[in-house]
């Protein structure tokens, strides 16, 4: 894991949203972890943590 990833990482912590967006852009990824993150933040985390380490 390189220092970018660490700081998608600290970010999609932070604001689930904005991690994703750094690496997928304006992609579904996106749009799924902001529907999550407004339903509850802790979904949001969850999946762009996911999206971040699995893909």
């Not at 992609?27 to 972890?33: K, P, Q, R, S």
């Given at each position: 894991?390189?220092?970018e990833t660490f700081i998608q990482i600290i970010l999609a912590i932070l604001i689930p949203p904005v991690?994703?967006?750094l690496r997928y852009g304006l992609?579904?990824?996106?749009?799924?972890?902001l529907v999550l993150t407004m339903l509850g933040?802790?979904?949001g985390i969850v999946y762009a943590i996911y999206v971040l380490?699995?893909?």
């Open positions: 894991m390189g220092s991690g994703v967006l992609g579904v990824e996106f749009w799924i972890d933040y802790l979904p380490v699995v893909q």
